[in-house]
């Protein structure tokens, strides 16, 4: 049994639209912080947000950040694009050469979208997003060709999603070789019960379908990624005494993740190289975080194992690193431990570890 699939999908389905298109008409309706966790956002993502209509920004459930760096001409595809909210964001991020394309299920936030395409083309300077309707779990149904997508984002949306498993081999057919899955959810540090899993408040509140980390993980290994990063994490205070009672010992956290579709090994192996940020994407002048473990310094070279050196080489972000060495030669799994990282240090170059 596949422990991504709860029972009874359609009715999961039913009751986040409902949730989601009739029960919540604005972020102040939400009975916790899971779905609006405060973040500090990059000065760029605040600038950007000051060109997001006020209705559409009044309508956000999200829980994260999900905008990486280095969008210039990409096409991004926004899983469960509710309002349009970080779509917009991403249409002035990627700019006019860019492509911005959200999907959602809910006819009620696809109107909102939609209300306010022309109000942000005029403000912008150029119109690059479509809102499609449809189901993240069947993005072939809504004209998502394969292997079409530089960037997948989804913002506190797929732990809605009744088939997770099929999401997940959705999201890696329509991504481009190299392409990048960059999303913020709620996940759990344990299975959630079944009855839980069915409860409509819970669901609506983005705890219900909590991805626990370790089947996310067996998730991603199914379809071909043995090293998704966490980016961040942030444990969530629910402020609800009711749902707090429902949820019971069940440890719930905001979490951003970034995969990659590329040939990765499921252990950090080392090659001898080593990466140099090269300080040149425009929003990330002075370092450039990969994920919770690897923050590079602008010109400080730091040791990697093979799968970062592939992250940041064979992607969109290839122009802002210079990577050196290559994977002839093989020196055994990459050693993480703290005297491996000083004497990394002593040489000159700082240690990462995955």
């Given at each position: 049994?596949?422990?991504?699939?709860?029972?009874?999908?359609?009715?999961?389905?039913?009751?986040?639209?409902?949730?989601?298109?009739?029960?919540?008409?604005?972020?102040?309706?939400?009975?916790?912080?899971?779905?609006?966790l405060a973040e500090v956002l990059p000065a760029h993502v605040r600038e950007a947000l000051?060109?997001?209509?006020?209705?559409?920004?009044?309508?956000?459930?999200?829980?994260?950040?999900?905008?990486?760096?280095?969008?210039?001409?990409?096409?991004?595809?926004?899983?469960?694009?509710?309002?349009?909210?970080?779509?917009?964001?991403?249409?002035?991020?990627?700019?006019?050469?860019?492509?911005?394309?959200?999907?959602?299920?809910?006819?009620?936030?696809?109107?909102?979208?939609?209300?306010?395409?022309?109000?942000?083309?005029?403000?912008?300077?150029?119109?690059?997003?479509?809102?499609?309707?449809?189901?993240?779990?069947?993005?072939?149904?809504?004209?998502?060709?394969?292997?079409?997508?530089?960037?997948?984002?989804?913002?506190?949306?797929?732990?809605?999603?009744?088939?997770?498993?099929?999401?997940?081999?959705?999201?890696?057919?329509?991504?481009?070789?190299?392409?990048?899955?960059?999303?913020?959810?709620?996940?759990?540090?344990?299975?959630?019960?079944?009855?839980?899993?069915?409860?409509p408040e819970l669901l609506g509140e983005c705890l219900g379908g909590a991805l626990y980390?370790?089947?996310?993980?067996?998730?991603?290994?199914?379809?071909?990624?043995?090293?998704?990063?966490?980016?961040?994490?942030?444990?969530?205070?629910?402020?609800?005494?009711?749902?707090?009672?429902?949820?019971?010992?069940?440890?719930?956290?905001?979490?951003?993740?970034?995969?990659?579709?590329?040939?990765?090994?499921?252990?950090?192996?080392?090659?001898?190289?080593?990466?140099?940020y090269l300080g040149t994407e425009p929003h990330h002048p002075h370092a450039f975080v990969?994920?919770?473990?690897?923050?590079?310094?602008?010109?400080?070279?730091?040791?990697?194992?093979?799968?970062?050196?592939?992250?940041?080489?064979?992607?969109?972000?290839?122009?802002?690193?210079?990577?050196?060495?290559?994977?002839?030669?093989?020196?055994?799994?990459?050693?993480?431990?703290?005297?491996?990282?000083?004497?990394?240090?002593?040489?000159?170059?700082?240690?990462?570890?995955?």
């Open positions: 049994m596949d422990d991504l699939i709860p029972a009874a999908p359609e009715a999961i389905t039913d009751s986040v639209k409902e949730y989601y298109g009739r029960v919540l008409q604005s972020s102040a309706d939400l009975k916790t912080s899971a779905c609006c000051r060109d997001v209509h006020p209705e559409v920004l009044d309508r956000f459930y999200g829980c994260g950040s999900p905008i990486p760096p280095a969008l210039e001409g990409a096409t991004v595809l926004d899983l469960g694009s509710g309002s349009g909210r970080d779509c917009y964001v991403l249409s002035k991020l990627v700019g006019p050469r860019g492509r911005v394309i959200g999907v959602d299920m809910t006819d009620e936030q696809l109107a909102v979208a939609r209300r306010h395409q022309a109000w942000h083309a005029e403000r912008l300077g150029h119109a690059n997003v479509e809102f499609r309707a449809g189901y993240i779990e069947d993005l072939a149904a809504a004209g998502i060709a394969d292997a079409s997508i530089d960037l997948v984002i989804s913002n506190c949306v797929l732990n809605l999603s009744p088939d997770k498993a099929r999401c997940f081999a959705e999201i890696f057919r329509v991504l481009k070789p190299g392409g990048e899955l960059y999303f913020s959810d709620v996940f759990s540090d344990r299975r959630v019960p079944t009855a839980l899993a069915r409860d980390i370790e089947d996310f993980r067996r998730a991603m290994a199914r379809v071909g990624c043995l090293d998704a990063r966490v980016v961040s994490s942030t444990p969530l205070e629910l402020h609800n005494a009711q749902i707090e009672h429902k949820a019971g010992h069940i440890g719930f956290s905001s979490v951003t993740v970034r995969a990659f579709k590329l040939d990765l090994e499921d252990r950090c192996e080392d090659f001898g190289q080593v990466a140099t990969l994920d919770d473990h690897h923050r590079l310094e602008t010109g400080r070279p730091m040791l990697v194992c093979g799968n970062t050196a592939d992250m940041l080489s064979r992607t969109r972000y290839a122009p802002h690193f210079r990577v050196t060495g290559d994977q002839s030669r093989h020196f055994g799994l990459f050693d993480c431990s703290p005297g491996a990282m000083s004497q990394t240090r002593e040489a000159g170059a700082k240690a990462g570890c995955c």
